[in-house]
């Protein structure tokens, strides 16, 4: 690869940073081994620019990389037009490839000599089966490195001005799959419900009606403030702001584009002053409802 290749195409971000190297990195990389490898990377909520430098270097070196519905087209761009891109995780698709397939794609890729990029929305480690997909590659004896993203809490929390924690109003916080698996609501929800602690779900979009009702039920004030971010740090995001009795409806009033996430505690209530997307030129537009 000559020099000039390993700077930076930032094409159609908006963004041209001045010239940076990219050098391989003494102790993750192994430049004499002709072996493949596999990358698992988190490409963070959507927004290209919350990238990590090591994630944008390693899909420029990359032969191949695997991506799931939740990276954005931005940050498809930036993969090189010679690098082959294959779509693995658009969910209820026909055209997609359950996890054990992808699982073993990985490894017969990795076996083939080929440097594989897996990208995942977020983080893979949070709510992203990331621990699978290495799992099998570290039982087939495939060289891995696993690349951590913006997660969705964290990303969107920041674009919507919600601080996660806070001193006056959350010492913890809480990440919760809201994919319930049925009417049951088989998650722990009298835990749930403490002074001074924030809950976000992931997948909550569908489940937001049992999650209100049974977080009320076991205590938690109706008035508790809500947030549900659309797209989050996309230019699309969207926010929706209510408490535990008046999401469901203001949600149904709503257009409102998957993916979302549900923030609730008392720190939605600093969006009021602290929503600061709208003021920073060259960021998406956000909305409030
Ligand atoms: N590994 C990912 C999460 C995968 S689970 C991460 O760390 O973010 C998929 C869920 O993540 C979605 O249902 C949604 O709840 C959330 N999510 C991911 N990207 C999002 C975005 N840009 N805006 C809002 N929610 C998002």
């Given at each position: 690869m000559s020099e000039d290749s390993n700077v930076a195409p930032w094409k159609g971000v908006g963004v041209t940073p001045s010239p940076v190297r990219y050098r391989k990195n003494p102790i993750t990389d192994n430049p004499n081994s002709s072996e493949g490898e596999v990358a698992l990377v988190g490409a963070g909520p959507g927004d290209p620019?919350?990238?990590?430098?090591?994630a944008w270097r390693l899909i420029q070196e990359a032969d191949v990389v695997l991506y799931d519905r939740l990276v954005s087209q931005e940050i498809l761009a930036l993969v090189p037009d010679d690098v082959m891109k294959v779509h693995v995780g658009k969910q209820?698709?026909?055209?997609?490839?359950?996890?054990?397939?992808?699982?073993n794609r990985l490894v017969e890729l990795a076996r083939s000599g080929r440097k594989v990029v897996r990208l995942k929305g977020g983080d893979p480690f949070i709510f992203g089966r990331g621990g699978e997909e290495i799992e099998t590659l570290a039982d087939a004896g495939v060289r891995f490195q696993v690349v951590p993203g913006i997660t969705a809490a964290s990303g969107c929390a920041s674009y919507a001005g919600i601080p996660l924690t806070h001193r006056d109003h959350a010492q913890s916080v809480r990440?919760?799959?809201?994919?319930?698996?049925?009417?049951?609501?088989?998650?722990?929800?009298?835990?749930?419900?403490q002074n001074n602690q924030t809950l976000v779900f992931y997948m909550g979009l569908v489940g937001l009606p049992i999650i209100c009702r049974e977080l009320i039920a076991h205590g938690m004030a109706e008035d508790m403030p809500v947030a549900l971010v659309?797209?989050?740090?996309?230019?699309?995001?969207?926010?929706?702001?209510?408490?535990?009795?008046?999401?469901?409806?203001?949600?149904?009033?709503e257009t409102v584009s998957p993916p979302t996430l549900v923030i609730i505690g008392q720190v939605v209530g600093l969006r009021q002053r602290l929503d600061w997307l709208a003021s920073v030129p060259g960021q998406p537009a956000d909305s409030e409802n």
């Open positions: 620019e919350l990238l990590t430098l090591k209820r698709s026909k055209h997609t490839l359950p996890q054990d397939q992808i699982n990440f919760v799959t809201g994919h319930l698996k049925n009417d049951t609501c088989d998650l722990p929800w009298k835990d749930f419900v659309s797209k989050g740090t996309t230019s699309e995001q969207k926010v929706v702001v209510g408490d535990l009795s008046t999401i469901v409806e203001k949600v149904d009033g």
